[in-house]
């Protein structure tokens, strides 16, 4: 089940730089997606959502953009720090049902 | 600010054996979830559950995986019969209450080791 893929497993960024976290998706009945990060042995914690029917949407340091015609969606964190240092895992779910389908996830290091 | 908690947070048991996994949700919360996460694999959906039944249910939720909410605060997945296939990252969400749609959030799981 490979409907939502995200291709980079690991991702170095300098503190203070932009992290650009990207995910793929193969279903055209999702419309509604959401970015969660994850530290070991903790459940994951939510960061943003965004529905199908918007292409931006931001909160703070974090923006998730959607491109529909692509089926993609980023998620930009600027500016980057230390403590963002987890795993990031996009999920998504279809019309008609909440269950979420997620990704394989980014580890995301932050250095200073 | 409110959380999914979850209890225990470490269960190891024999195979054959029955586990229960207890969450509680956000006390306002209408919707309830259980997922799962073998290691080095993806989060998994097992199960969603609304008004006091199960609304989905993925092909792993088979017959020896049951879910209750015994009271107004506990959720609880039981596995009747464990496999050594069932060790895993155990997380609970839950979502509302205004609908359908809205955020899940996730208690900090139970890790289940099948022996």
């Known amino acids: 089940d490979q409907q939502v893929k995200q291709n980079s497993p690991s991702l170095s960024v300098q503190e203070g730089r932009i992290s650009i976290l990207n995910c793929d998706y193969t279903?055209?009945?999702?419309?509604?997606f959401l970015w969660y990060k994850k530290y070991p042995a903790e459940g994951p914690t939510f960061l943003i959502s965004?529905?199908?029917?918007?292409d931006k949407n931001e909160d703070g340091r974090f923006t998730v953009f959607l491109n529909k015609s692509a089926k993609h969606l980023s998620l930009h964190i600027v500016p980057s720090q230390p403590g963002d240092s987890a795993v990031y895992f996009c999920?998504?779910?279809?019309?008609?049902?909440?269950?979420?389908?997620f990704g394989t996830g980014t580890r995301l290091q932050v250095f200073p | 600010e409110p959380e999914v908690t979850q209890t225990p947070s470490h269960q190891v048991t024999q195979m054959g054996q029955e586990v229960i996994l207890r969450c509680v949700p956000i006390?306002?919360?209408?919707?309830f979830y259980w997922y799962r996460q073998i290691l080095g694999q993806k989060v998994e959906f097992l199960v969603s559950?609304?008004?006091?039944?199960?609304?989905?249910k993925s092909e792993i939720f088979d017959d020896q995986f049951s879910v209750e909410r015994p009271d107004g605060s506990n959720f609880t997945l039981k596995i009747r019969s464990t496999k050594l296939e069932d060790s895993a990252m155990y997380f609970c969400?839950?979502?509302?209450?205004?609908?359908?749609?809205?955020?899940?959030?996730f208690g900090p799981g139970t890790r289940l080791l099948v022996l």
């Open positions: 279903n055209s009945m999702f419309d509604y």
């Open positions: 969400a839950s979502s509302g209450p205004s609908g359908f749609k809205e955020t899940q959030y």
């Open positions: 965004i529905s199908s029917i918007k």
């Open positions: 006390s306002n919360h209408l919707y």
């Open positions: 999920a998504a779910s279809a019309i008609s049902t909440d269950k979420l389908i």
């Open positions: 559950f609304y008004n006091n039944e199960i609304s989905e």
